[in-house]
């Protein structure tokens, strides 16, 4: 097929005797497209078509547009009338080439594309508009749009509109008070005008009230009580009327309080050569009365009358009711709200309660509909001083003695209720006596942050304790509290041993752990019952791998014991050095010396060990599927004396496993089943060759870890459909492996599709599946149906499945038994089987029976009458 020609044809004005242009619109005589912008200037030629066929003289249009298009004969098309998109996207016209009125070519097809041009300026919906908005309305939220169309290709930037604000009347200081959005038109108040929009003052009506000229001039005389001059007279009520008449009738179209010009611009307003429309928006600012009166500010324990009035709130809708309700959810609520927008609170408040509460306020109309957004309001609790301080029933210091003037006894910690960082809770603290008193003052306090020092040395031996009682104050309550300074000795005395010498023990290296070698004493002379007189006894030399342990109650008595067992090929001797010291730091001047310090030797003497194992713990995890001769586990034993030793194995009950008595090699004996068995334990004995006596034993534990060795297995190969009621057969199967390598389960049929004509496989569960008979046959038969059975890991191999579809009996049985062991269905259904058909044999005998007593019973009569009418 020709390809079509897509010539882009300029909005150019040229003129057709230019003959370069010409040319260049020239081509074949086949299907054409031509993009012509809409508004070309006219005539203008469009496309010149050449023929090869000399007889051609003459071109005929027909189709679209030949009003608007016309062709020369020598096969010009030229466009007579301008183009407008909007009227008409495209055109299509047929061109045939003739000889003396004959086609001897064609017919063709142009496609005239009309390309849009910039050339539809965008225009409002209106040319004014007017909106009402309420003062102090949140910034960016609209309350009016503006809406302007475009004839231009929507396609195309042409129309693409961006609106814009140009400006607004009264101007405040150049501050801007309204705003568009550029893309949507949509005109809402900027931050500076929810602020700065006021309304004209008016007069506030209660609910219920009614806006009449009478409740007008009783509100008037409230203010002015200038009676003298009738209403109607008095230039100030009437000026008041004027006002509230022209509120009450706000016509934004009449009256405005602003007025904005608006543009919208195409092309996306980014061109100069973008086209515009204005519109103008006439606004007028309602009063708003809904107004958050908070937050509220209430003393706390306020003596007052209850319930009191707090705030009032004012819905814009004057018929509006009003419900106050929790924004916390508390168990007590101590506010309510009358249906004037009263806000009352119920009782007094406590501050170190709740010191904040949070209002929801709701305006609603009569179908509990809201006419105003919920509002809400704070209610802050101010603190007074009504809390005394508080402190702990006894504050208790030690000091240690002979520390220098001025030192740290300590902060007393007091707290007071009122609120933090005020000065109802500033506290000032004030030494009011001492016990025992001394002739010079002994401490001082801090009066602001309750820290206590001391103003002179304190001995040990003139006090061992000072009671101190001390007044907490704000401004309005106090407080007295009892300090309890404890000095405490310094540690100015060694601890002393009895002796420095224990001398030396010999211990067997079987010693059991715990026993104690040696009972070691010091002593103190510092003040008991402290610090510095308790003695702690620490091996500091000696003690190799910490064998060795001294256990005291700090009193000075200490028992050295064994802590670790003893062992005489590493260590035959030990010399142990023990050191007492003090919890507690001695004084500056003084350190430990010789008399702290006490020494003793331990001996040890060889016993026969037994082996013992390298490792305490044997656990060995392999697969079942080891390989058999594989090696396990070298288990390794030393003598401590170095004698032979050798090993054996017990516990093996699988026969699975065999041991190199003489290198502790255990290999496998059998291949391993976890199917049998998926763990075992076997002992492994170490012992001295010369002397098995000395055997150390070890558990070694196995665990199998399962491999795909097992297929999943039908439960059952044989089954039988009664013809009568074909119901579904359940197959099961099982597998021995244990997950991943078992359920669930995958039934199919074992064909090269996985299916069977006349039979369906249906999954039921992990380890279930229902096999369903599609069409009967028409006499007794007996199944062989292949059944392939896959695990989880997609093991699994075809089973043949018997299933005989029969004719049954009452009992479900067919009425002929399964030939030779093909369809046995085992004990139980071939003795159910027998029984019925034995129990059904009995019942013919009897009923033949009966009935031939009974013939015979009716012969016999019959001949006893007919002896009888003989005789």
């Known amino acids: 097929m020709t390809p079509m020609v897509h010539l882009l044809l300029l909005p150019l004005l040229f003129s057709i005797a230019g003959g370069k242009d010409l040319e260049e619109k020239k081509g074949p005589f086949e299907n054409t497209v031509l993009d012509v912008p809409e508004a070309t200037p006219v005539p203008y030629p469009l496309y010149q078509f050449q023929v090869t066929d000399p007889r051609v003289n003459d071109f005929r249009l027909s189709g679209e547009g030949v009003q608007d298009i016309s062709i020369s004969k020598d096969g010009w098309l030229y466009l007579e009338q301008p183009l407008d998109w909007s009227r008409e996207e495209h055109y299509i016209i047929m061109v045939e080439a003739l000889a003396d009125e004959e086609v001897v070519e064609g017919p063709i097809y142009v496609t005239i594309n009309v390309l849009d041009v910039n050339n539809k300026a965008p225009y409002f919906n209106q040319s004014v508009y007017t909106a009402v908005v309420r003062e102090n309305t949140p910034a960016a939220v609209p309350f009016i749009r503006v809406f302007a169309t475009d004839q231009d290709d929507p396609e195309t930037p042409n129309a693409r509109l961006r609106y814009s604000l140009v400006s607004e009347i009264p101007s405040i200081r150049d501050t801007k008070l309204f705003q568009i959005n550029p893309d949507t038109g949509e005109i809402s108040t900027t931050e500076q005008g929810q602020l700065l929009l006021k309304a004209r003052e008016g007069i506030q009506y209660a609910r219920g009230e009614d806006r009449s000229i009478e409740t007008l001039k009783r509100k008037f005389d409230d203010y002015c009580s200038v009676h003298e001059v009738p209403y109607e007279q008095n230039p100030f009520f009437t000026c008041v009327q004027r006002a509230e008449m022209r509120r009450q009738n706000l016509d934004p179209l009449e009256d405005p309080d602003y007025t ?139 000091f240690q003695e002979n520390e220098p003037v001025g030192g740290l006894v300590g902060e007393l910690l007091a707290h007071d209720r009122d609120k933090e960082g005020t000065l109802n809770s500033i506290l000032t603290y004030t030494i009011l006596s001492q016990n025992p008193p001394t002739a010079s003052e002994t401490f001082s306090i801090d009066d602001a942050s309750g820290t206590i020092r001391t103003l002179r040395l304190l001995r040990r031996r003139e006090h061992a304790v000072y009671n101190l009682n001390v007044q907490v104050s704000d401004a309005v309550f106090s407080t007295n509290c009892k300090v309890v300074v404890k000095v405490i000795d310094v540690n100015d005395e060694l601890p002393k041993f009895e002796k420095n010498d224990y001398g030396n023990e010999t211990l067997a290296e079987d010693t059991p752990l715990g026993h104690t070698l040696l009972t070691i004493k010091a002593t103190d002379n510092d003040d008991p019952d402290t610090g510095s007189s308790e003695i702690q006894f620490i091996i500091s030399d000696g003690n190799t791998d910490d064998v060795f342990a001294v256990e005291t109650d700090g009193k000075g008595v200490g028992y050295l014991v064994l802590a670790k067992p003893l062992d005489f090929e590493t260590s035959p001797s030990y010399r142990l050095q023990i050191d007492a010291r003090n919890p507690e730091p001695l004084m500056e001047s003084l350190e430990y010396g010789s008399e702290s310090t006490a020494f003793f030797s331990v001996s040890v003497i060889d016993v026969d060990e037994a082996p013992k194992f390298t490792m305490d713990i044997l656990d060995v995890t392999i697969y079942e599927n080891i390989t058999k001769g594989s090696v396990l586990l070298t288990v390794q034993a030393k003598d401590p004396e170095g004698k032979e030793i050798g090993y054996k194995l017990d516990g093996d009950t699988h026969g699975w496993l065999e041991l190199d008595a003489a290198t502790g090699e255990i290999r496998t004996k059998e291949t391993l089943d976890r199917e049998k068995v998926d763990s075992f334990k076997v002992t492994v004995t170490a012992f001295e060759k010369a002397n098995p006596e000395k055997s150390t034993e070890r558990d070694l534990h196995v665990r199998l870890l399962d491999v795909n060795d097992n297929v999943p297995k039908l439960v059952e190969s044989q089954a039988f459909i009664c013809v009568k009621n074909p119901k579904p057969v359940l197959i099961k199967a099982e597998d021995s492996d244990s997950d991943p390598f078992s359920q669930p389960f995958t039934f199919s049929f074992g064909t090269k599709t996985g299916k069977s004509p006349n039979w369906e496989l249906h999954q039921v569960d992990d380890t279930t599946a229902e096999l369903k008979l599609k069409k009967p046959p028409t006499q007794d038969k007996t199944f062989s149906l292949p059944i392939t059975v896959k695990d989880k890991a997609g093991v699994g191999v075809p089973q043949a499945f018997e299933v005989k579809v029969c004719n049954c009996t009452e009992l479900g049985y067919c009425y002929i038994a399964p030939e030779g062991l093909a369809l046995g269905y085992g004990t139980g259904p071939t003795i159910g089987i027998l029984a019925g058909i034995l129990g059904f044999c009995v019942i013919v005998f009897v009923v033949v029976i009966k009935r031939i007593n009974k013939k015979s019973q009716r012969k016999a009569q019959a001949e006893e009458e007919e002896r009888n009418a003989m005789m």
């Open 260 to 398: 904005l010009f608006v543009r919208v611009q195409d092309l996306e307003g980014a061109s100069q050569n973008a086209l515009s429309g204005n519109s103008r928006v006439q606004i007028a600012v309602q009063q708003n009365l809904w107004k958050n009166p908070g937050p509220i500010r209430i003393k706390e324990n306020l003596e007052e009358t209850y319930p009191l009035t707090i705030a009032k709130v004012q819905s814009n809708d004057p018929d509006a009711r009003y419900v106050l309700v929790q924004k916390e959810r508390e168990l007590k609520f101590p506010f309510e709200i009358t249906q004037n927008g009263e806000i009352m609170v119920t009782e007094k408040l406590d501050r170190e309660i709740k010191e904040r509460f949070i209002l929801v306020v709701l305006a609603k109309d009569e179908n509990d509909n809201e006419v105003d957004p919920p509002m809400e309001i704070y209610v802050l609790v101010e603190d007074v001083n009504d809390n005394a301080p508080v402190c702990d029933e006894v504050t208790v210091f030690e």
